[in-house]
């Protein structure tokens, strides 16, 4: 008998070891939902646009819309964050907003708290669907795409399955941000690559956001490419707690120089 017992204990525990392995990870759609009344009503300043992708329906699309703006910016957050996240995107959101441009920040999927980059990568089709959705909205002929952290993982993602010679240029703040002994999914060819970039980090950021920044720096130095640039924000971490003032003012100063 107890070694039936202990048999039986055994293929329940190797089951629900398997089961753990092989389940599939989707994004959380009750976090989203929290996420969502948590921010819902803190929104005065633009409309909430309900889209859908090949893969989901209902996700928001935060937009201030300017017709007679010149360019239209899309800004991606990042891990499991929200459009209106304080430090870096709504700094940001709301510079653009002052400034006239048309602006729209896009909730990327989310998982529950405290999941990994790697179980995040396994997201990445959700977050590729996504952003070809807000872009066929949007409809820009001149359209430039900044991503934050994991939103920049997330860009980096659908950039290597789309022509973004179709961009007007794209910023990455953070990118590279993966978790201990974790590796990027992704990474660009920029010697392909001919719109103009902006890379931005951190004087204290995350080592491997400083490693991507050196990878990024060599390789515009092989383009010699006038307007791509990589800059170190003096101070700061990779979440901009006290540097936002500084980091809109230099996203907006490259913008100028375009």
């Known amino acids: 008998m107890n070694l039936y017992l202990k048999l039986s204990c055994s293929l329940i525990l190797v089951f629900f070891i398997l089961t753990d392995i092989y389940a599939e990870i989707i994004p959380s759609k009750i976090r989203e939902e929290n996420i969502n009344s948590q921010i819902i009503e803190y929104i005065f300043d633009a409309d ?37 996240e304080p430090n870096v995107i709504d700094p940001l959101r709301i510079s653009f907003v002052e400034e006239g441009i048309d602006t729209y920040s896009l909730q990327l999927p989310v998982l529950d708290k405290g999941k990994s980059y790697d179980e995040y990568k396994q997201i990445f089709e959700y977050s590729d669907a996504r952003i070809t959705s807000a872009i066929k909205l949007i409809q820009s002929n001149k359209l430039i795409i900044i991503a934050h952290s994991c939103g920049a993982h997330m860009f980096i993602s659908w950039a290597k399955k789309n022509n973004i010679k179709n961009l007007s240029g794209f910023i990455l703040i953070g990118a590279g ?17 001919s719109i103009p970039i902006l890379n931005i980090y951190g004087e204290y950021d995350h080592g491997s956001v400083k490693d991507y920044a050196s990878i990024f720096n060599n390789a515009i130095k092989d383009k010699n490419d006038y307007f791509s640039k990589n800059i170190e924000i003096q101070g700061s971490d990779h979440n901009y707690l006290n540097e936002s003032n500084l980091l809109v003012d230099i996203v907006n100063s490259w913008l100028k120089s375009l």
Do not use: C
């Open 48 to 84: 909430i646009i309900k889209i859908s992708s090949d893969l989901e329906n209902n996700f928001n699309l935060i937009a201030n819309e300017n017709s007679e703006s010149k360019y239209s910016i899309l800004l991606l957050h990042g891990r499991g964050l929200y459009p209106t």
């Open 177 to 193: 941000a993966v978790d201990k002994n974790q590796k990027m999914a992704d990474e660009l060819d920029y010697d392909g690559i």
